[in-house]
Protein backbone atom coordinates (compact mmCIF):
# COMPACT_ATOMS: atom_id res chain seq x y z
CA UNK A 1 0.00 0.00 0.00
CA UNK A 2 1.29 2.76 0.59
CA UNK A 3 2.96 5.32 3.84
CA UNK A 4 0.10 7.24 4.57
CA UNK A 5 -1.13 6.25 8.14
CA UNK A 6 -3.54 3.37 8.41
CA UNK A 7 -6.53 3.86 10.46
CA UNK A 8 -4.73 1.42 12.53
CA UNK A 9 -1.60 3.39 13.40
CA UNK A 10 -0.43 2.98 16.76
CA UNK A 11 -0.42 6.78 19.13
CA UNK A 12 2.77 6.66 19.49
CA UNK A 13 3.94 6.78 15.79
CA UNK A 14 1.91 9.62 15.64
CA UNK A 15 4.86 12.01 15.10
CA UNK A 16 6.20 10.05 12.26
CA UNK A 17 3.28 10.01 10.72
CA UNK A 18 2.29 13.57 10.50
CA UNK A 19 5.47 14.17 8.31
CA UNK A 20 4.85 11.12 6.11
CA UNK A 21 1.21 12.95 5.47
CA UNK A 22 2.92 15.10 3.85
CA UNK A 23 5.04 13.27 1.34
CA UNK A 24 2.61 11.78 -0.76
CA UNK A 25 0.76 15.75 -1.12
CA UNK A 26 3.73 17.04 -2.37
CA UNK A 27 4.91 14.15 -4.34
CA UNK A 28 0.89 14.42 -5.80
CA UNK A 29 1.28 17.90 -6.59
CA UNK A 30 4.97 17.77 -8.04
CA UNK A 31 5.53 14.86 -9.95
CA UNK A 32 1.66 14.09 -11.65
CA UNK A 33 -1.84 15.23 -12.84
CA UNK A 34 -2.46 11.68 -13.24
CA UNK A 35 -2.63 11.43 -9.64
CA UNK A 36 -4.91 14.23 -9.42
CA UNK A 37 -6.81 13.04 -12.08
CA UNK A 38 -7.41 9.93 -10.06
CA UNK A 39 -8.06 12.07 -6.89
CA UNK A 40 -11.10 13.75 -8.41
CA UNK A 41 -12.46 10.57 -9.80
CA UNK A 42 -12.24 9.16 -6.34
CA UNK A 43 -13.49 12.54 -4.45
CA UNK A 44 -16.44 11.91 -6.77
CA UNK A 45 -17.12 8.79 -5.50
CA UNK A 46 -17.11 9.64 -1.98
CA UNK A 47 -19.88 12.11 -2.32
CA UNK A 48 -19.43 13.05 1.37
CA UNK A 49 -15.98 14.50 1.17
CA UNK A 50 -16.13 15.97 -2.41
CA UNK A 51 -16.85 18.96 -1.33
CA UNK A 52 -13.82 19.07 0.05
CA UNK A 53 -10.45 21.20 -1.56
CA UNK A 54 -8.93 18.26 -3.43
CA UNK A 55 -5.14 18.22 -1.88
CA UNK A 56 -5.57 20.44 0.71
CA UNK A 57 -2.91 19.04 3.14
CA UNK A 58 -4.41 17.77 6.38
CA UNK A 59 -3.76 19.21 9.26
CA UNK A 60 -2.02 16.87 11.80
CA UNK A 61 -4.83 14.28 12.02
CA UNK A 62 -6.86 13.93 14.96
CA UNK A 63 -8.36 10.90 13.80
CA UNK A 64 -5.49 9.08 14.29
CA UNK A 65 -5.44 8.97 17.73
CA UNK A 66 -9.28 9.23 17.71
CA UNK A 67 -9.26 5.55 16.39
CA UNK A 68 -8.01 4.16 18.88
CA UNK A 69 -10.78 4.51 21.63
CA UNK A 70 -9.94 2.92 24.99
CA UNK A 71 -13.18 3.38 26.35
CA UNK A 72 -15.83 3.46 23.04
CA UNK A 73 -19.21 4.33 24.88
CA UNK A 74 -19.08 7.59 26.13
CA UNK A 75 -17.24 8.71 23.07
CA UNK A 76 -19.26 9.85 19.96
CA UNK A 77 -19.01 7.42 17.50
CA UNK A 78 -16.65 8.11 14.80
CA UNK A 79 -18.72 8.66 11.61
CA UNK A 80 -17.36 6.98 8.25
CA UNK A 81 -16.91 10.16 6.61
CA UNK A 82 -13.94 11.30 8.60
CA UNK A 83 -12.87 8.18 8.32
CA UNK A 84 -12.31 8.07 4.57
CA UNK A 85 -10.73 11.87 5.02
CA UNK A 86 -7.15 10.32 4.32
CA UNK A 87 -8.10 7.75 1.91
CA UNK A 88 -8.28 9.55 -1.66
CA UNK A 89 -5.00 10.50 -1.05
CA UNK A 90 -3.78 6.59 -1.10
CA UNK A 91 -6.19 5.52 -3.64
CA UNK A 92 -4.88 8.35 -5.88
CA UNK A 93 -1.19 7.20 -5.27
CA UNK A 94 -1.93 3.63 -5.43
CA UNK A 95 -2.00 4.00 -9.38
CA UNK A 96 1.97 4.77 -8.82
CA UNK A 97 1.95 1.41 -7.41
CA UNK A 98 4.20 3.22 -4.03
CA UNK A 99 6.14 0.89 -2.48
CA UNK A 100 4.86 0.40 0.98
CA UNK A 101 6.89 2.45 3.58
CA UNK A 102 9.76 0.09 5.36
CA UNK A 103 9.58 0.75 9.21
CA UNK A 104 12.05 3.17 9.89
CA UNK A 105 14.61 3.53 12.28
CA UNK A 106 12.64 5.94 15.31
CA UNK A 107 9.15 3.11 14.36
CA UNK A 108 9.72 0.79 16.81
CA UNK A 109 8.25 -2.47 15.44
CA UNK A 110 5.88 -3.20 18.04
CA UNK A 111 4.31 -5.51 19.84
CA UNK A 112 1.39 -7.38 18.40
CA UNK A 113 -1.33 -4.14 18.85
CA UNK A 114 -4.71 -4.85 20.13
CA UNK A 115 -7.34 -1.38 20.38
CA UNK A 116 -11.12 -1.12 20.19
CA UNK A 117 -12.35 0.97 17.23
CA UNK A 118 -16.05 2.25 17.76
CA UNK A 119 -17.95 3.33 14.27
CA UNK A 120 -20.63 3.85 13.04
CA UNK A 121 -22.83 2.72 10.09
CA UNK A 122 -23.29 5.69 7.56
CA UNK A 123 -26.49 5.66 5.18
CA UNK A 124 -25.96 2.83 2.54
CA UNK A 125 -23.07 1.39 4.42
CA UNK A 126 -22.86 -2.53 5.11
CA UNK A 127 -20.64 -4.19 7.58
CA UNK A 128 -18.44 -5.84 4.87
CA UNK A 129 -18.08 -2.27 3.34
CA UNK A 130 -16.89 -0.85 6.67
CA UNK A 131 -14.20 -3.01 7.02
CA UNK A 132 -13.24 -2.41 3.87
CA UNK A 133 -12.21 0.73 4.76
CA UNK A 134 -10.74 0.17 7.97
CA UNK A 135 -8.38 -2.49 5.67
CA UNK A 136 -9.68 -5.36 6.76
CA UNK A 137 -8.55 -8.27 4.58
CA UNK A 138 -11.38 -9.32 1.91
CA UNK A 139 -11.93 -13.16 3.23
CA UNK A 140 -12.05 -12.13 6.40
CA UNK A 141 -14.83 -9.30 6.27
CA UNK A 142 -16.57 -11.70 4.05
CA UNK A 143 -16.73 -14.37 6.54
CA UNK A 144 -17.63 -11.83 9.24
CA UNK A 145 -20.45 -10.03 7.54
CA UNK A 146 -21.81 -13.20 6.52
CA UNK A 147 -21.59 -14.56 10.14
CA UNK A 148 -23.12 -11.56 11.56
CA UNK A 149 -26.10 -11.78 9.29
CA UNK A 150 -26.98 -15.32 9.71
CA UNK A 151 -27.35 -14.43 13.35
CA UNK A 152 -29.32 -11.22 12.14
CA UNK A 153 -31.61 -12.91 9.99
CA UNK A 154 -33.78 -11.42 7.81
CA UNK A 155 -32.89 -7.73 9.69
CA UNK A 156 -31.22 -5.06 8.89
CA UNK A 157 -29.01 -2.61 10.62
CA UNK A 158 -30.26 0.87 10.80
CA UNK A 159 -27.77 3.37 9.48
CA UNK A 160 -26.19 5.03 12.51
CA UNK A 161 -26.21 1.69 14.67
CA UNK A 162 -22.76 1.90 16.53
CA UNK A 163 -20.13 -1.44 15.74
CA UNK A 164 -17.75 -1.77 18.39
CA UNK A 165 -15.07 -3.59 16.88
CA UNK A 166 -11.83 -5.08 19.03
CA UNK A 167 -8.66 -5.26 16.76
CA UNK A 168 -5.00 -5.78 15.79
CA UNK A 169 -2.41 -5.07 14.29
CA UNK A 170 0.70 -7.85 14.00
CA UNK A 171 4.27 -6.12 13.03
CA UNK A 172 4.91 -8.23 10.16
CA UNK A 173 1.12 -6.88 8.71
CA UNK A 174 0.83 -3.51 9.93
CA UNK A 175 -1.41 -2.71 6.80
CA UNK A 176 -3.91 -5.64 7.54
CA UNK A 177 -5.39 -5.31 10.63
CA UNK A 178 -7.79 -8.26 12.27
CA UNK A 179 -11.01 -7.82 13.73
CA UNK A 180 -10.20 -9.96 16.74
CA UNK A 181 -14.30 -9.30 17.46
CA UNK A 182 -17.27 -7.13 16.28
CA UNK A 183 -20.32 -6.76 18.38
CA UNK A 184 -23.65 -4.89 17.60
CA UNK A 185 -26.45 -4.24 19.94
CA UNK A 186 -29.36 -3.15 18.39
CA UNK A 187 -31.46 -3.72 20.82
CA UNK A 188 -30.11 -2.84 24.47
CA UNK A 189 -30.95 -6.79 25.32
CA UNK A 190 -29.99 -8.43 22.39
CA UNK A 191 -26.27 -8.38 21.36
CA UNK A 192 -24.79 -10.06 18.43
CA UNK A 193 -20.58 -10.89 18.94
CA UNK A 194 -18.99 -12.08 15.64
CA UNK A 195 -15.05 -13.02 17.56
CA UNK A 196 -12.06 -14.87 15.70
CA UNK A 197 -11.13 -18.14 16.93
CA UNK A 198 -7.41 -19.21 16.73
CA UNK A 199 -7.88 -20.84 13.44
CA UNK A 200 -8.46 -17.49 11.96
CA UNK A 201 -12.20 -18.86 11.18
CA UNK A 202 -15.46 -16.39 12.87
CA UNK A 203 -17.78 -17.70 15.14
CA UNK A 204 -21.25 -16.05 15.96
CA UNK A 205 -23.08 -16.06 18.71
CA UNK A 206 -25.97 -13.96 20.34
CA UNK A 207 -26.11 -12.76 23.78
CA UNK A 208 -29.52 -11.62 25.50
CA UNK A 209 -29.64 -9.47 28.83
CA UNK A 210 -32.68 -9.69 30.82
CA UNK A 211 -34.56 -6.32 31.53
CA UNK A 212 -36.03 -5.80 34.80
CA UNK A 213 -37.58 -2.91 36.54
CA UNK A 214 -35.37 -0.31 38.38
CA UNK A 215 -37.26 2.52 40.44
CA UNK A 216 -35.18 5.35 40.75
CA UNK A 217 -35.80 9.34 41.48
CA UNK A 218 -35.68 12.47 40.05
CA UNK A 219 -35.32 15.65 42.57
CA UNK A 220 -35.27 19.16 41.34
CA UNK A 221 -36.36 22.43 41.42
CA UNK A 222 -39.04 24.82 39.42
CA UNK A 223 -36.86 26.86 36.80
CA UNK A 224 -39.26 28.08 34.01
CA UNK A 225 -42.14 25.27 33.27
CA UNK A 226 -42.16 22.21 35.82
CA UNK A 227 -42.30 19.93 32.82
CA UNK A 228 -38.75 21.32 31.10
CA UNK A 229 -37.31 21.56 34.91
CA UNK A 230 -38.00 18.04 35.66
CA UNK A 231 -36.58 16.83 31.99
CA UNK A 232 -33.58 18.26 32.84
CA UNK A 233 -33.08 17.27 35.98
CA UNK A 234 -33.31 13.59 34.22
CA UNK A 235 -37.21 12.37 34.12
CA UNK A 236 -38.32 11.80 30.57
CA UNK A 237 -40.37 14.41 28.86
CA UNK A 238 -43.93 11.85 29.21
CA UNK A 239 -43.30 11.09 33.16
CA UNK A 240 -43.12 15.03 33.39
CA UNK A 241 -46.43 15.36 31.49
CA UNK A 242 -48.23 13.05 33.13
CA UNK A 243 -46.80 14.27 36.50
CA UNK A 244 -48.07 17.99 35.59
CA UNK A 245 -51.69 16.69 34.32
CA UNK A 246 -52.38 14.65 37.83
CA UNK A 247 -51.72 18.07 39.60
CA UNK A 248 -53.37 20.02 37.88
CA UNK A 249 -56.82 19.10 39.61
CA UNK A 250 -55.19 20.17 42.47
CA UNK A 251 -53.11 23.18 41.88
CA UNK A 252 -53.35 26.70 40.37
CA UNK A 253 -50.54 26.52 38.66
CA UNK A 254 -50.89 30.55 38.00
CA UNK A 255 -51.23 31.22 41.66
CA UNK A 256 -49.85 28.25 43.11
CA UNK A 257 -46.81 27.85 41.60
CA UNK A 258 -43.61 29.84 42.26
CA UNK A 259 -39.69 29.24 40.62
CA UNK A 260 -37.57 27.85 43.31
CA UNK A 261 -39.97 25.22 44.50
CA UNK A 262 -38.92 21.48 45.28
CA UNK A 263 -40.67 18.46 43.26
CA UNK A 264 -40.03 14.95 43.27
CA UNK A 265 -40.87 12.22 41.07
CA UNK A 266 -40.36 8.19 41.24
CA UNK A 267 -39.62 5.97 38.37
CA UNK A 268 -40.02 3.13 37.45
CA UNK A 269 -37.15 2.04 34.31
CA UNK A 270 -36.20 -0.60 32.50
CA UNK A 271 -32.69 -2.17 32.62
CA UNK A 272 -30.63 -4.41 31.36
CA UNK A 273 -28.81 -7.25 33.01
CA UNK A 274 -25.96 -5.10 32.41
CA UNK A 275 -27.11 -1.94 33.38
CA UNK A 276 -28.69 -0.30 30.08
CA UNK A 277 -31.95 1.70 30.56
CA UNK A 278 -34.03 0.39 27.91
CA UNK A 279 -36.77 2.25 29.03
CA UNK A 280 -35.97 5.89 30.50
CA UNK A 281 -39.02 5.66 32.96
CA UNK A 282 -42.67 5.37 34.13
CA UNK A 283 -44.29 7.76 36.20
CA UNK A 284 -44.79 6.34 39.59
CA UNK A 285 -45.94 8.74 42.21
CA UNK A 286 -44.77 12.49 42.45
CA UNK A 287 -44.42 15.10 44.82
CA UNK A 288 -44.70 18.91 44.86
CA UNK A 289 -43.75 21.23 47.42
CA UNK A 290 -46.02 24.40 47.64
CA UNK A 291 -45.48 27.37 49.57
CA UNK A 292 -48.00 25.89 52.45
CA UNK A 293 -49.02 22.17 51.81
CA UNK A 294 -47.18 19.37 49.61
CA UNK A 295 -49.46 17.75 46.61
CA UNK A 296 -48.91 14.67 45.85
CA UNK A 297 -49.90 11.68 43.54
CA UNK A 298 -49.81 8.31 43.58
CA UNK A 299 -50.37 5.65 40.71
CA UNK A 300 -52.48 2.93 41.62
CA UNK A 301 -54.94 0.29 39.10
CA UNK A 302 -58.23 -0.63 41.64
CA UNK A 303 -59.09 -4.57 40.66
CA UNK A 304 -60.95 -4.41 37.33
CA UNK A 305 -60.29 -0.93 37.27
CA UNK A 306 -58.21 1.78 35.07
CA UNK A 307 -54.77 2.86 36.03
CA UNK A 308 -55.04 6.51 37.48
CA UNK A 309 -53.43 8.91 39.94
CA UNK A 310 -54.54 9.18 43.56
CA UNK A 311 -53.81 11.13 46.56
CA UNK A 312 -52.89 9.67 49.74
CA UNK A 313 -56.26 9.23 50.84
CA UNK A 314 -56.86 7.33 48.05
CA UNK A 315 -58.91 9.61 46.11
CA UNK A 316 -58.43 9.78 42.91
CA UNK A 317 -57.08 13.08 41.92
CA UNK A 318 -59.43 13.31 38.50
CA UNK A 319 -62.78 15.49 39.50
CA UNK A 320 -64.78 16.18 36.59
CA UNK A 321 -66.74 18.75 39.61
CA UNK A 322 -66.53 19.75 43.05
CA UNK A 323 -68.54 17.83 45.29
CA UNK A 324 -70.09 21.18 47.04
CA UNK A 325 -69.41 24.42 45.13
CA UNK A 326 -68.10 26.60 48.16
CA UNK A 327 -65.95 26.10 51.68
CA UNK A 328 -67.94 25.68 54.38
CA UNK A 329 -71.61 25.52 53.97
CA UNK A 330 -74.32 22.87 55.13
CA UNK A 331 -77.41 21.72 52.98
CA UNK A 332 -80.34 22.84 53.98
CA UNK A 333 -82.51 22.18 51.12
CA UNK A 334 -82.29 18.70 48.89
CA UNK A 335 -83.26 18.50 45.54
CA UNK A 336 -86.60 17.24 44.79
CA UNK A 337 -90.65 18.01 45.27
CA UNK A 338 -91.58 20.17 48.57
CA UNK A 339 -93.86 23.06 49.79
CA UNK A 340 -92.36 26.58 47.94
CA UNK A 341 -91.63 28.44 50.70
CA UNK A 342 -92.22 31.76 48.98
CA UNK A 343 -95.31 30.44 47.22
CA UNK A 344 -96.67 27.96 49.51
CA UNK A 345 -97.67 25.21 46.83
CA UNK A 346 -95.49 21.79 46.04
CA UNK A 347 -93.49 21.78 43.28
CA UNK A 348 -89.84 20.29 42.12
CA UNK A 349 -87.02 21.86 44.04
CA UNK A 350 -84.86 21.76 40.77
CA UNK A 351 -81.48 22.40 42.87
CA UNK A 352 -79.92 22.01 46.22
CA UNK A 353 -79.55 24.65 48.81
CA UNK A 354 -76.79 25.76 50.36
CA UNK A 355 -76.73 28.10 53.45
CA UNK A 356 -73.83 30.49 54.44
CA UNK A 357 -73.49 33.91 55.37
CA UNK A 358 -73.80 36.40 52.70
CA UNK A 359 -71.07 37.15 50.94
CA UNK A 360 -69.19 33.59 51.21
CA UNK A 361 -67.45 33.52 47.81
CA UNK A 362 -69.09 30.53 45.43
CA UNK A 363 -66.74 28.72 43.61
CA UNK A 364 -67.14 27.30 39.52
CA UNK A 365 -68.09 23.28 39.84
CA UNK A 366 -66.06 22.80 37.37
CA UNK A 367 -63.91 24.20 34.18
CA UNK A 368 -66.36 25.66 31.55
CA UNK A 369 -67.83 28.77 29.98
CA UNK A 370 -69.55 31.23 31.90
CA UNK A 371 -73.22 31.57 29.57
CA UNK A 372 -75.25 33.36 31.58
CA UNK A 373 -74.29 36.18 34.46
CA UNK A 374 -76.73 39.04 35.39
CA UNK A 375 -80.39 39.10 37.27
CA UNK A 376 -82.27 36.10 36.04
CA UNK A 377 -86.06 36.67 37.64
CA UNK A 378 -87.08 34.64 40.64
CA UNK A 379 -83.18 33.13 40.51
CA UNK A 380 -81.26 36.88 41.54
CA UNK A 381 -78.32 37.46 40.70
CA UNK A 382 -77.79 34.72 38.54
CA UNK A 383 -74.14 32.64 36.63
CA UNK A 384 -74.75 29.74 34.79
CA UNK A 385 -71.66 27.70 33.22
CA UNK A 386 -71.67 25.45 30.13
CA UNK A 387 -68.78 22.83 31.00
CA UNK A 388 -69.40 20.22 28.60
CA UNK A 389 -72.17 20.14 25.38
CA UNK A 390 -74.43 18.13 27.86
CA UNK A 391 -73.55 19.56 31.48
CA UNK A 392 -74.08 22.47 33.00
CA UNK A 393 -74.25 24.40 36.44
CA UNK A 394 -76.26 27.22 37.37
CA UNK A 395 -75.80 29.28 41.05
CA UNK A 396 -78.42 31.69 41.84
CA UNK A 397 -79.57 34.25 44.71
CA UNK A 398 -75.43 35.26 45.00
CA UNK A 399 -75.63 39.40 46.13
CA UNK A 400 -72.68 40.01 43.79
CA UNK A 401 -71.20 38.36 40.43
CA UNK A 402 -67.53 37.30 41.05
CA UNK A 403 -64.86 40.05 39.16
CA UNK A 404 -64.22 39.11 35.47
CA UNK A 405 -67.03 36.70 35.04
CA UNK A 406 -69.61 37.69 32.30
CA UNK A 407 -70.71 35.55 29.55
CA UNK A 408 -68.10 34.03 26.94
CA UNK A 409 -65.42 34.01 29.02
CA UNK A 410 -63.67 30.63 30.75
CA UNK A 411 -63.20 29.47 33.92
CA UNK A 412 -61.56 27.36 36.13
CA UNK A 413 -62.39 24.85 38.89
CA UNK A 414 -62.27 25.98 41.70
CA UNK A 415 -62.39 29.99 40.23
CA UNK A 416 -64.83 32.40 42.59
CA UNK A 417 -67.36 33.17 40.27
CA UNK A 418 -70.47 35.12 42.78
CA UNK A 419 -70.32 35.47 46.28
CA UNK A 420 -73.56 34.07 48.44
CA UNK A 421 -76.43 36.40 48.66
CA UNK A 422 -80.51 36.53 49.07
CA UNK A 423 -81.25 38.16 45.55
CA UNK A 424 -84.61 37.15 43.88
CA UNK A 425 -87.15 35.10 45.45
CA UNK A 426 -85.05 33.98 48.67
CA UNK A 427 -86.01 33.65 52.15
CA UNK A 428 -82.10 34.26 53.28
CA UNK A 429 -79.13 33.89 52.17
CA UNK A 430 -78.25 30.92 50.71
CA UNK A 431 -76.78 29.46 47.53
CA UNK A 432 -79.19 27.85 45.46
CA UNK A 433 -76.97 25.11 42.93
CA UNK A 434 -78.18 23.59 39.39
CA UNK A 435 -76.88 20.82 37.86
CA UNK A 436 -78.17 20.86 34.25
CA UNK A 437 -77.90 17.57 32.10
CA UNK A 438 -78.73 17.71 28.33
CA UNK A 439 -80.93 20.82 29.51
CA UNK A 440 -82.70 19.39 32.60
CA UNK A 441 -82.11 19.87 36.48
CA UNK A 442 -80.78 17.03 37.89
CA UNK A 443 -79.74 16.20 41.36
CA UNK A 444 -76.13 17.59 42.01
CA UNK A 445 -75.60 15.03 44.78
CA UNK A 446 -76.36 12.02 42.86
CA UNK A 447 -74.27 12.59 39.52
CA UNK A 448 -71.61 9.70 40.33
CA UNK A 449 -69.00 11.29 37.79
CA UNK A 450 -69.51 14.50 39.49
CA UNK A 451 -67.63 12.99 42.52
CA UNK A 452 -63.94 11.71 42.94
CA UNK A 453 -63.73 8.20 42.68
CA UNK A 454 -61.84 6.86 46.15
CA UNK A 455 -59.99 3.37 46.28
CA UNK A 456 -62.12 1.42 48.37
CA UNK A 457 -62.99 -2.62 49.91
CA UNK A 458 -59.77 -4.49 49.39
CA UNK A 459 -58.03 -1.97 47.39
CA UNK A 460 -57.83 0.55 50.49
CA UNK A 461 -55.41 -1.51 51.80
CA UNK A 462 -53.37 -2.38 49.24
CA UNK A 463 -53.44 1.09 47.99
CA UNK A 464 -51.82 2.17 51.35
CA UNK A 465 -48.56 0.17 51.31
CA UNK A 466 -47.86 1.31 48.13
CA UNK A 467 -48.34 4.53 48.78
CA UNK A 468 -46.63 4.35 52.15
CA UNK A 469 -44.36 2.64 49.68
CA UNK A 470 -43.61 5.05 46.75
CA UNK A 471 -43.72 8.17 49.50
CA UNK A 472 -40.92 6.56 51.62
CA UNK A 473 -38.54 5.91 47.99
CA UNK A 474 -39.19 9.18 47.06
CA UNK A 475 -36.59 10.00 49.69
CA UNK A 476 -34.58 7.11 50.05
CA UNK A 477 -34.69 5.21 46.17
CA UNK A 478 -31.30 5.90 43.92
CA UNK A 479 -31.33 9.29 42.24
CA UNK A 480 -31.10 9.51 38.94
CA UNK A 481 -28.14 11.82 38.76
CA UNK A 482 -25.80 9.54 40.74
CA UNK A 483 -26.84 6.49 38.59
CA UNK A 484 -25.85 8.37 35.73
CA UNK A 485 -22.66 9.78 37.02
CA UNK A 486 -21.65 6.33 38.18
CA UNK A 487 -22.45 4.12 34.85
CA UNK A 488 -21.35 6.94 32.47
CA UNK A 489 -17.43 6.08 32.36
CA UNK A 490 -17.65 2.44 32.47
CA UNK A 491 -18.27 0.20 29.44
CA UNK A 492 -18.60 -3.28 31.17
CA UNK A 493 -19.99 -2.32 34.57
CA UNK A 494 -19.83 -4.64 37.37
CA UNK A 495 -22.77 -6.93 38.46
CA UNK A 496 -24.86 -3.75 39.58
CA UNK A 497 -26.71 -4.09 42.33
CA UNK A 498 -30.13 -5.02 41.61
CA UNK A 499 -32.60 -3.09 43.93
CA UNK A 500 -35.60 -4.65 44.91
CA UNK A 501 -38.43 -3.39 43.20
CA UNK A 502 -39.98 -6.38 41.63
CA UNK A 503 -42.51 -6.48 44.53
CA UNK A 504 -43.57 -2.85 42.86
CA UNK A 505 -43.73 -3.93 39.09
CA UNK A 506 -46.63 -6.43 40.57
CA UNK A 507 -48.44 -5.03 43.11
CA UNK A 508 -49.75 -1.95 40.89
ZN1 LIG B 1 -83.04 26.38 45.95
Redesign the pocket.
Given at each position: MTDLPSPSDRPQSAKSDNFAYFRPVLFTIGVSGLAMGALLLSHRSHPEIASAPPVAPRMPPPPVTAFVLPDPEPVPPLSMAEFRDGKPLALGLQGFQMKPQEPTADAEPAASDIYELTLRLEKGDTIEKMLADIDVAEADRKEIAGKLQSLLKKRRLATGETIDLTMQTLPDQPDAPRVLSLSVRPQPEREYIVTRKDDGSYDADEKTYKVSPRIVRVEAERSGSLQQSGVKAGAPSAAMVEFVRALSYDVDFQRELKEGQKFTVLLEQLVTSDGKVTHPGRLLAGELKLMKRTVTVIRFRPQGGAEGFYNPQGENVVRSFLRTPMDASRIT?RFGMREHPILGFSAL?????FGAPTGTPILAAGAGRVVAAGPNAGYGLYVKLQHTNDVATAY??MSRIGPGIKPGVSVRQGQVIGFVGSTGQ?TGP?L???FHRNGRQVNPLTQKFAMRGAVQGKDAARFQTLARQYVAQMKNAPAVSDLNAKTAPKKTSQARQEPATSQIAKSD
Open positions: SHAGVDAHSHHYE
